[in-house]
Nanobody, 111 residues
């Protein structure tokens, strides 16, 4: 059974940091690029970051460059999204996807 499970979200103060995790099972994870998306209430889904198979290339939304870092550990079927200097506008549900989707992890940035 194909699964992607995100975790690591929570309530954070502005300026704080979070590490979001995406763990995969049920398929050959290392063969797939992984994309992080986010969706805030009332807004369209937004691409955050992409990492290619093997982690050889990464891509970030222009507006998020410098605060978001994506990495992967294929020995653990794991993709990490590190976020620093969180802002209120980062509040959203964060999803990882390979075409399959996880259930998301909520990030809330509030004083």
């Amino acid at each position: 059974q194909v699964q992607l499970v995100e975790s690591g979200g929570g309530l954070v103060h502005p300026g704080g940091s979070l590490r979001l995790s995406c763990v995969a099972s049920g398929f050959t994870f290392s063969d797939w690029a992984v994309t992080w998306f986010r969706q805030a209430p009332g807004k369209e889904r937004e691409l955050v970051a992409v990492i290619t198979p093997g982690g050889t290339k990464t891509h970030y939304a222009d507006s998020l460059k410098g605060r978001f870092t994506v990495s992967r550990d294929d020995t653990k079927n794991l993709v990490i999204l590190d976020v620093t200097n969180l802002k209120s506008e980062d509040t959203a549900m964060y999803y990882c996807s390979t075409g399959f989707w996880g259930q998301g992890t909520q990030v809330t940035v509030s004083p």
